[in-house]
């Protein structure tokens, strides 16, 4: 693959005033790639779409401003106001996966039940020509990412809002608001999936099935398991049989941010200085896929149907609503200089999810965590008088991980009953880290005939607290498989025979419960830097 980056940058700058200076500029980026796709002739006549389209945006034209204000002349009293579009380069994975995955190079092998194939591994390495293959080919289907009609890059339109007050030239306090919108953002469709469902589901908000009833696994009242994939087959959601996924970049999704930043600091003597951040941020998207492979687009949680944008907003997998930065160096003496660095931040964001692909749109991407639990009512539940054995077992988990004292979701289920749950609207505790440095500089200020040169011996620790004690510096989160709430076990049989449609349910009683860490083990770093 051949391809070509260019950029072009203009920038004025104008003083009107000695105290108003403004900033202006230009910026266009742009990528070229040389390389197109093979064409795949039984996409354009299946469903009209072409495999031999480059990415391409050649609109990236970014206009920004800032303007500041310096209220005295002297940096003490400073405003400053900013705004403009940021865009990037085109990743190039997005091109190489068109070009790979066109459908004519490598295939999906679906086989099921009995078609599967006994695995003989000893005979595989003494005659590879015995791998199963070409036996399948009546079972496999082209998987194909392309390239939308509508690509665009991505571009984030951004304005901030900052001030900075200076007291006796040693203390300072100030703010930065700020609001970020990004517009044409990265997202994978599946133009294979079936447009309509083929059923819903009307005890879970008429959540959609893409597969026919019959198609569907039933749930075992002797023997209930959990069934990774109660639609088996992925030919079953496909709107042509003779297609796996066709996975369509396009820029369809959106990204919003928001938030404002407290800050003060105190400048000590001999260039120590003590400073302090808070931050509240809101970060929402309707698709948190960034880069790099497609079938990652699918793992946003949704309700049950991804291309539905509007209705998976919530917040982003990277949000976070507080964070608190201390950090800090004392003055040199005799050539001492100790720091230190504290942050503080909200743990990661998560939502309560079914383990089990119930609607169908994950099987052929092998994705069977993506669906936002239904968060049932155990009163309704049992205020059903025909309630199922498996409707039982679900009441009574669903009231056992509403009790729990340690489910720290469990405020979250109680306020969306009878609802899908929020899509990361769960935060994991507060995350701490401390780190200290620690360095002695040998300078003209220690040994006056050293002139211009200087030496200084750095030592520093990160996570300073589990060096101090193994039991300090870990952040308790909530580990996957206790964000799992319910357990698909297929459709129950017994409600249907009661021409009730729904799944059965497990409840995982584990549900919510912080037991795993995220902090690395403590690091000590030594080095020496010399200067001349």
């Known amino acids: 693959m051949t391809s070509a980056d260019l950029a072009l940058y203009a920038q004025a700058d104008y003083n009107p005033t000695p ?36 990415a391409r945006d050649l609109n990236n034209i970014q206009p920004r401003l800032q303007i500041t204000y310096d209220f005295v002349g002297d940096q003490t009293s400073v405003l400053k106001f900013g705004a403009g579009a940021y865009s990037a380069n085109i990743v190039h994975w997005a091109q190489l996966s068109n070009m790979q995955q066109t459908g004519t190079r490598l295939i999906d092998v679906v086989a099921t039940g009995a078609n599967v194939p006994r695995p003989d591994f000893i005979r595989y390495r003494q005659d590879p020509n015995s791998v199963p293959g070409a036996e399948l080919a009546g079972q496999s289907v082209p998987y194909i990412n392309i390239i939308g009609n509508n690509f665009q890059a991505p571009t984030t339109w951004k304005g901030n809002l900052s001030f900075r007050q200076f007291f006796a030239s040693k203390v300072y306090v100030g703010f930065n608001a700020y609001y970020g919108r990004t517009v044409n953002n990265y997202v994978y469709m599946d133009r294979n999936l079936r447009s309509t469902p083929a059923f819903t589901l009307a005890n879970e908000g008429n959540r959609p099935v ?50 404002i930043i407290l800050e003060a600091g105190l400048l000590l003597p001999k260039g120590g200085s003590i400073n302090a951040t808070y931050t509240y941020n809101q970060t929402e998207d309707n698709n948190s896929y960034n880069c790099c492979i497609a079938r990652t687009s699918a793992l946003t949680q949704i309700i049950g149907d991804p291309r539905n944008l509007d209705e998976n907003r919530g917040n982003s997998a990277t949000d976070f609503r507080h964070k608190v930065v201390l950090f800090g160096t004392s003055p040199q003496m005799y050539g001492f200089r100790i720091g230190f660095r504290y942050v503080g931040i909200q743990g990661n964001p998560w939502t309560p999810i079914v383990f089990g692909d119930i609607t169908g749109d994950g099987v052929g991407l092998l994705i069977n965590t993506n669906k936002r639990a239904f968060i049932f009512d155990p009163a309704v539940i049992r205020a059903n008088p025909n309630m199922t054995p498996f409707e039982r077992n679900l009441a009574d988990g669903m009231e056992a991980v509403l009790n729990n004292p340690d489910n720290i979701a469990a405020q979250i289920l109680r306020n969306n009953l009878s609802n899908f749950a929020p899509r990361n609207a769960i935060f994991n505790p507060m995350a701490h880290n401390l780190d200290v440095r620690l ?5 003209k200020q220690t040994f006056k005939w050293l002139g211009s040169q200087n030496m200084e011996v750095i030592a520093e620790c990160f996570n300073f607290l589990n060096f101090l004690k193994s039991d300090w510096g870990r952040n308790k989160i909530v580990p996957g498989g206790n964000q799992v709430l319910l357990q698909a076990l297929g459709i129950d049989p017994i409600a249907e025979a009661q021409g009730r449609i729904q799944y059965a349910y497990n409840v995982n009683r584990a549900f919510g419960q912080a037991t795993a860490f995220s902090n690395l083990p403590y690091q000590i770093q030594i080095g020496v830097r010399y200067g001349f």
């Open 19 to 54: 105290k108003l200076n403004i900033q202006g500029g230009l910026r266009w980026d742009v990528t070229l790639f040389m390389t197109r796709p093979e064409r795949n002739p039984l996409l354009e006549n299946t469903l009209g779409q072409r495999t031999n389209v480059i």
């Open 210 to 259: 893409f597969a026919p009833l019959d198609r569907v696994a039933r749930a075992n009242p002797a023997r209930p398991g959990a069934i990774p994939y109660p639609i088996g087959n992925p030919r079953d959601v496909n709107q042509d049989p003779r297609l796996g996924r066709v996975l369509e970049l396009n820029g369809l999704s959106n990204v919003w941010q928001r938030g």
């Open 439 to 443: 360095s002695y500089t040998l300078d």
